[in-house]
């Protein structure tokens, strides 16, 4: 760790980032690391001190770290009393484009712009596309080149990539800008060299006529891709210095770095290992701020069953290592030669139970979280061959079964239960399941779902989900889901009326359900680049974005435990994905919405006490999204949502679970059965489980759904 300070809070802090690594935060960790929020009240550190002012911002997207740029250089200009130079970047397409302007449209055609025959290695843009290209930010295109640099002496900027490592001009190297030579290029004001100080290298730097760590930088010309305001993209050269300003940079670029002064916003942070890069850069407790709180959520309940076997294997590879170097390893332990047989060999030596003295407390393993051990971990040697070809046999749509035909009936049922290298542990599958499904009523409407491909399992899960609850009453639901007035959400149920038609009357304008989930996922990536297809995707992002309402969904404000006057400061949501913070262990969902209250980092004028912030629901919306948390005692089967005094109920209608960073889902239909999906394993078929909710499994749940009755 890079933490140095022994003070009471270091050691605080040194414990949270230890716990932090295995996502196990204990309630002390979180009480610690919510006094490091940034406050304005008195004695507390704020980011208007002078030791934060001029911190660069660790947080998680491109898309932030340009904003915040943006605005401290307008900042940074202002308060030294300067003026921001602007220098635009030196565009062109690239040869194969000399002959037109190439651009590709959302539905991933080519447009192209003659304009004569090539007469130069790249050629000029067309003006208006050339203004879209300087007003978009370095985040809109793939290398993050910025199409304009608003500069002024003595501003922050960070050397973007490696240029001379042995004068130290290396990616991620912070400094400040000294000067620059600039000239006019077709009216247009651009950089030649920009001069800057290296701030903290390795080793000085000293070049003939500039003061000492000084070094120069000239334009680079790269070629990227650039989207544009309409989602189009085109291939462009561009010309620019290596550097960007350095109010802000993401987790991943402060990775190595260590910072005295360490300011940090985790609110748009994924996962607890983004949340332990960006607070473990820092080197004390006193020196760590951190803006807009942060998801306890994200930090607790345990890592994921890979993630912690990984994290078993390193300790006692790592206490293999030791001993090895100490000449204290057996001779057949070492002779070994493969990271799976080692551990094996050095587990059968020393015992099964044998566990390393510093191992941390969530990694130990016991008869109920026992050490996994697969074939290859046995040191069994395998021989690779090739195999043929087998052709897959083709399954049959489960909505396109005729309920009236018994036999094809019972086929049908005999598939979507056949689902091969799923363990009964893992799907809670009773013996009699086959016979239960086969002996269905005609009535019963058998839930689709989508074939998993290419990171989609968060979509795959929330879609089947919505689409089932949807297909039983069709009309109602488009007319309720239409309240939220949510865009991507209407497009959702219009396209699923498309899919109604597939299956009816395979008409032309029909669609299957992965169509219409791509869709989506377009429709999401035109959004937020946070959603670019292919990458991986949050369940919850999703949820939110297609359950963002135009109108206030909760609303909360701030009171004191003593009942003393404060500021109420009511604050709204929007949302109908609602967010538990710290829920106790054996709650249920509805007791928690009944108690929905969180600690807040300000503390009450007159008693001292930490205020709460309580929350209430502003209205009725017609469906929830409600995230679960470790130690969920059961599920309800039926909420009732209380706004001024009128309650209505809403009903369990799904559950997404996560699970070895892949996504599932549970569907419950409206007549109670309760069938399971995973895009990877069960395809398009959703596969019957039981008609008793009490039996779901709560492992692994995130997310619970519920519509109004």
């Given at each position: 760790?890079?933490?140095?300070?022994?003070?009471?809070?270091?050691?605080?802090?040194?414990?949270?980032?230890?716990?932090?690594?295995?996502?196990?935060?204990?309630?002390?960790?979180?009480?610690?690391?919510?006094?490091?929020?940034?406050?304005?009240?008195?004695?507390?550190?704020?980011?208007?001190?002078?030791?934060?002012?001029?911190?660069?911002?660790?947080?998680?997207?491109?898309?932030?770290?340009?904003?915040?740029?943006?605005?401290?250089?307008?900042?940074?200009?202002?308060?030294?009393?300067?003026?921001?130079?602007?220098?635009?970047?030196?565009?062109?397409?690239?040869?194969?484009?000399?002959?037109?302007?190439?651009?590709?449209?959302?539905?991933?055609?080519?447009?192209?712009?003659?304009?004569?025959?090539?007469?130069?290695?790249?050629?000029?843009?067309?003006?208006?596309?050339?203004?879209?290209?300087?007003?978009?930010?370095?985040?809109?295109?793939?290398?993050?080149?910025?199409?304009?640099?608003?500069?002024?002496?003595?501003?922050?900027?960070?050397?973007?990539?490696?240029?001379?490592?042995?004068?130290?001009?290396?990616?991620?190297?912070?400094?400040?800008?000294?000067?620059?030579?600039?000239?006019?290029?077709?009216?247009?004001?651009?950089?030649?060299?920009?001069?800057?100080?290296?701030?903290?290298?390795?080793?000085?730097?000293?070049?003939?006529?500039?003061?000492?760590?000084?070094?120069?930088?000239?334009?680079?010309?790269?070629?990227?891709?650039?989207?544009?305001?309409?989602?189009?993209?085109?291939?462009?050269?561009?010309?620019?210095?290596?550097?960007?300003?350095?109010?802000?940079?993401?987790?991943?670029?402060?990775?190595?770095?260590?910072?005295?002064?360490?300011?940090?916003?985790?609110r748009y942070t994924r996962t607890h290992q983004g949340y332990y890069t960006a607070l473990s850069r820092g080197t004390c407790a006193a020196g760590t701020l951190i803006l807009g709180g942060f998801h306890p959520t994200k930090i607790t309940g345990g890592a994921s069953g890979a993630l912690r076997q990984e994290f078993r294997e390193l300790e006692l590879l790592d206490d293999i290592t030791t001993l090895r170097f100490e000449d204290r390893l057996p001779m057949e332990v070492a002779m070994a030669d493969h990271r799976n047989s080692i551990i094996a060999m050095f587990r059968k030596n020393r015992g099964l139970h044998y566990m390393p003295s510093h191992l941390h407390k969530s990694l130990r393993w016991n008869k109920r979280d026992p050490f996994t051990v697969g074939t290859e971990s046995m040191g069994d040697n395998f021989q690779w061959r090739l195999v043929d070809a087998v052709r897959p046999k083709k399954k049959l749509r489960a909505s396109e079964v005729d309920m009236s035909n018994n036999s094809e009936r019972q086929l049908v049922a005999k598939e979507i239960t056949q689902t091969d290298n799923i363990s009964s542990s893992e799907l809670h599958l009773s013996k009699n399941i086959s016979d239960e499904v086969t002996h269905l009523s005609p009535d019963v409407l058998i839930p689709v779902g989508t074939q998993w491909e290419t990171n989609s399992c968060a979509y795959d899960a929330i879609i089947t989900i919505l689409f089932n609850v949807w297909r039983e009453n069709p009309a109602a639901m488009t007319t309720k889901w239409s309240e939220l007035n949510n865009d991507t959400l209407n497009y959702l149920t219009a396209a699923f009326e498309k899919h109604v038609d597939y299956y009816d009357h395979m008409g032309t304008n029909s669609y299957t359900l992965e169509q219409i989930r791509d869709c989506v996922r377009h429709e999401l990536a035109r959004l937020d680049r946070e959603f670019r297809f292919g990458i991986y995707t949050?369940?919850?992002?999703?949820?939110?974005?297609?359950?963002?309402?135009?109108?206030?969904?909760?609303?909360?404000?701030?009171?004191?435990?003593?009942?003393?006057?404060?500021?109420?400061?009511?604050?709204?949501?929007?949302?109908?994905?609602?967010?538990?913070?710290?829920?106790?262990?054996?709650?249920?969902?509805?007791?928690?919405?009944?108690?929905?209250?969180?600690?807040?980092?300000?503390?009450?004028?007159?008693?001292?006490?930490?205020?709460?912030?309580?929350?209430?629901?502003?209205?009725?919306?017609?469906?929830?999204?409600?995230?679960?948390?470790?130690?969920?005692?059961?599920?309800?089967?039926?909420?009732?949502?209380?706004?001024?005094?009128?309650?209505?109920?809403?009903?369990?209608?799904?559950?997404?679970?996560?699970?070895?960073?892949?996504?599932?889902?549970?569907?419950?239909?409206?007549?109670?059965?309760?069938?399971?999906?995973?895009?990877?394993l069960t395809g398009k078929s959703l596969v019957y489980e039981t008609s008793d909710i009490t039996t779901i499994p709560l492992d692994e749940s995130i997310l619970a759904i519920y519509i109004m009755i």
């Open positions: 760790m890079r933490q140095r300070c022994k003070t009471v809070e270091d050691d605080m802090f040194r414990e949270a980032l230890a716990n932090m690594r295995y996502k196990a935060c204990t309630p002390s960790d979180i009480s610690f690391l919510r006094s490091r929020v940034s406050s304005n009240i008195p004695g507390k550190s704020s980011i208007n001190d002078t030791r934060f002012r001029n911190v660069s911002i660790i947080t998680c997207l491109n898309a932030l770290k340009d904003e915040i740029n943006r605005l401290g250089s307008l900042r940074f200009a202002e308060e030294t009393k300067q003026e921001l130079v602007t220098f635009f970047s030196i565009d062109s397409l690239p040869s194969e484009d000399a002959k037109g302007s190439t651009r590709t449209n959302k539905q991933g055609n080519k447009q192209t712009s003659s304009r004569g025959p090539k007469t130069m290695v790249h050629s000029k843009i067309d003006l208006r596309i050339q203004k879209l290209l300087w007003e978009q930010p370095p985040c809109a295109n793939t290398k993050l080149v910025p199409g304009k640099l608003s500069l002024c002496v003595g501003m922050p900027v960070m050397i973007r990539h490696n240029i001379a490592t042995e004068l130290c001009i290396t990616k991620g190297q912070e400094a400040t800008v000294y000067g620059w030579q600039s000239q006019k290029v077709n009216d247009i004001n651009t950089i030649d060299t920009l001069f800057v100080r290296l701030r903290d290298p390795p080793v000085a730097v000293k070049l003939d006529g500039l003061p000492l760590n000084v070094v120069p930088l000239t334009r680079n010309c790269v070629t990227t891709t650039c989207n544009l305001p309409d989602d189009s993209t085109i291939q462009i050269s561009r010309a620019q210095p290596d550097v960007l300003p350095n109010f802000a940079m993401t987790d991943y670029a402060s990775q190595g770095k260590t910072r005295e002064s360490n300011v940090v916003d985790l949050s369940a919850h992002a999703v949820m939110n974005q297609l359950l963002m309402s135009q109108m206030p969904i909760m609303k909360s404000i701030h009171r004191c435990s003593n009942n003393h006057l404060v500021g109420r400061d009511e604050r709204v949501t929007t949302s109908c994905e609602i967010m538990t913070y710290g829920a106790p262990v054996d709650y249920t969902v509805q007791q928690y919405l009944n108690n929905f209250d969180t600690t807040s980092s300000l503390t009450c004028s007159k008693c001292n006490n930490e205020l709460i912030r309580s929350f209430s629901f502003a209205c009725h919306p017609p469906l929830l999204a409600i995230e679960l948390w470790q130690g969920l005692h059961a599920f309800d089967s039926v909420l009732r949502i209380d706004v001024r005094g009128l309650y209505r109920e809403y009903r369990l209608r799904g559950i997404v679970y996560f699970g070895c960073e892949h996504f599932t889902a549970r569907f419950v239909s409206e007549n109670g059965m309760i069938w399971f999906h995973d895009g990877l």
